[in-house]
C-alpha cells in the first residue's frame, strides 16, 4: 500500500501523524511511505531521518493526496485537504465530528473512508489513540491555566501552590478521566488545592485508591459544580462522552457566580467545549475574556509540545496503521472491532452513531458496511 503524511496545516500544530520509526516500520512491511517535505520539522525530525527509515520525500500535499492509499495525519483535514481526499481513499486521523457539520458533509461528499483516532475503542472500555494527547493535554492544563492566571494576561494574579502564610489556587477539574486524572496530578503536584468531579462512582473510587488525598473527589451533579466553581481560580474542562458533542456543564450565567479573573481552561473544546462560553481557539491566540472570565480553549493542546506529542501519538497508532496497510481497512476492521469503532464515514455514508445523533444525519451500521 502507498501509505502518504502530508504535513500539518492547521494553525501552530507542529506534530505529525508518521514518525521515521512508524515510517521504517511500515517500509520493512513491503509499504511505500511519501512524506511531505518538512512535514515532521516542528516535532524535531527532518527529510533526512524519513529518508534513513527507507520513505520517500514529495514536495507538495497535492502529491501526497494524489498518490496514496491511505493518508495518514493528526488532526481533522482542512477545508484545502478535504477537497483532495479521493473516493475510495483510506483517511485515518483525529476528526472530531460531532461539532463539525461542515467537516462531516465534506467528508461524506469525497467518498473516503475515514477513520477517527479519537473513537478507536480497547478492551478495557478505554480510548487508546485519544489517551496518549489526553495524557499531554492533562499534563498541560494546569500549565497554561497558571500562566492564564497571572495578571498581566488577564487572570485573578493567584499562584498555584500559595507561599508559606497565603493559600493555594482552588482547581476544580470536571471529569476525571485520562485528562481530568492527568490534570489533576500535576495541578496538585504544583501545590494546588485540587477537586476533581466525576459522573462515574467506579472512576471516583479508582481516583480514591489511587491518589489517596493528593486531591479530593466529588460525584459530578449541577449543584455541586455551582458550588465548587464560586470559589475557583481554576476550572479544567476533560469531560468526554464518546464521538458526541460535550455536554455543557456551566452556563454564562454561572460566570457572575464566579470570582472575577478566575480562568476556565476548556480541554473537551474539540468536541464542542463543556461551558456555555466556550469557543476555540489557537496557540496563537489563545485565551480570551467573557463577563471577567478567562477561557483558554485550544483545540489542539498537544501541538505545543509537539515533539513529546508526536511520539507518544506515533507509538499507539502504529499498530493500527500497520494493520490497515497489511490487511486493507475492511479486513482489519473484520478482524478488530474495536478498529471498527473507529469507523465514522465510509463511502458517502456515515457509520458513527454519536456524531449522526449530533448533526441529525442517517447513519449506517459499520457492522453493515464492512460486510457489504
Ligand atoms: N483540547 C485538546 O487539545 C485535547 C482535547 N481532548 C479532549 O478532552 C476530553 C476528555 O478526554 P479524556 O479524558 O481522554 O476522556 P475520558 O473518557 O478518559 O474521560 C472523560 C470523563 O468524563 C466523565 N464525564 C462524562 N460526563 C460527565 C459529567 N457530566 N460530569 C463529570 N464527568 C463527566 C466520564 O465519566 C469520564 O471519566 C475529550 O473531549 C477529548 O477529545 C483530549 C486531548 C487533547
Ligand atoms: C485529541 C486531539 O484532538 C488532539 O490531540 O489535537
Ligand atoms: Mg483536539
Known sequence: MKIGCPKEIKPQEFRVGMTPNAAQEAVASGHEVLIETNAGIGAGFDNDAYVAAGARIVD?????????????????????ERKMLREGQLLFTYLHLAPDPDQTHDLLESGCTAIAYETVTDASGGL???????????????QVGSWTLQKANGGRGVLMGGVPGVGPAKVVVIGGGVVGTHAAKIAAGM???????????????????VFGRQFKNRYSTAGATSELIEDADMVIGAVLIPGAAAPKLISRAQLST???GAVLVDVAIDQGGCFETSKATTHADPIYNVDGIMHYCVANMPGAVARTSTIALGNATMPFMLALADKGWKQACQDDAHLLAGLNVHAGQLTYYAVGKALGIDVVSPNVVIKS
Open 60 to 80: 507538495t500535499a497535492e502529491e501526497v493526496f494524489a498518490t496514496a492509499d491511505m493518508i495518514v495525519k493528526v488532526k481533522e483535514p482542512q477545508a484545502v
Open 128 to 142: 487508546p489513540l485519544l489517551a496518549p494527547m489526553s495524557e499531554v493535554a492533562g499534563r498541560l492544563a494546569p
Open 191 to 209: 501545590g494546588a488545592d485540587v477537586t476533581v468531579l466525576d459522573r462515574s462512582l467506579p472512576r471516583l473510587r479508582y481516583l480514591d485508591d
Open 258 to 260: 464566579m470570582k472575577p
